[in-house]
Structure formats: C-alpha cells, structure tokens
Nanobody, 117 residues
Framework: QVQLVESGGGLVQPGGSLRLSCAAS????????MAWYRQDPGKERELVAT???????YYAESVKGRFTISRGNPRNTVSLQMNSLKSEDTAVYYC???????????WGQGTHVTVSS
C-alpha cells in the first residue's frame, strides 16, 4: 500500500512564502514522477509542477519563477517552495506520484494554502 502524506500548508500574507512537503511510503518503482496539483472549490484540479526521478522539473506558467519543486533524500519525498504568494494561489494542494512500472497514480490527502491579508 502506497501512501502520500503532505504537510506545510497554512495561512500566509500576500508576498509571503510557504514550503509544502510530501513523503511517499510503500512499494514504489524507481521510475516515477512526483507532482503537485491544486484545486480551488468549484474549479478543476490544475497541475502546478512536476519532477522526474532524475530531477527534471516542469512548472505551470502561473507559478514559474515563484515556485520551486525539488526531491529530497530519500528520493520519494518532494517539496514545493512557494515564494511571492498571491491570493490566487489559495487552494488545496495535492501531492501525486505516477508509478510508471505499475501504471498507477497515487494521491495525498491535500493540504490547505490560504493567501490573505
């Protein structure tokens, strides 16, 4: 059973910073992709950033230059450093892991981020 546990959400003022973390446990293939998504109530879940097992990163245009995704040690941890936060970044942030060998996507439970003065 693979589990993803997120942490680090909270309330921050516009212009502030937050760091989200996600730890995956269980039997996971070495060939995988970890990602952060976010979802505002009433809207579709949107991709924020992805990172491969080799460290290759991709960012949505809306967060490029402000957010940084990284993988930790062990490699099945992923973080999202969020700087220069805006009110439109307010959402529930979800961590995901695509296990390519098992062709399965796993999701975390989500963590709330609120950007407000």
């Amino acid at each position: 059973q693979v589990q993803l546990v997120e942490s680090g959400g909270g309330l921050v003022q516009p212009g502030g910073s937050l760091r989200l973390s996600c730890a995956a446990s269980g039997s996971i293939s070495s060939s995988n992709l970890m990602a952060w998504y976010r979802q505002d109530p009433g809207k579709e879940r949107e991709l924020v950033a992805t990172i491969t097992s080799n460290g290759g990163a991709y960012y949505a245009e809306s967060v490029k230059g402000r957010f940084t995704i990284s993988r930790g040690n062990p490699r099945n941890t992923v973080s999202l450093q969020m700087n220069s936060l805006k009110s439109e970044d307010t959402a529930v942030y979800y961590c995901s892991l695509d296990d390519f060998n098992r062709q399965t996507t796993y999701w975390g439970q989500g963590t709330h981020v609120t950007v407000s003065s």
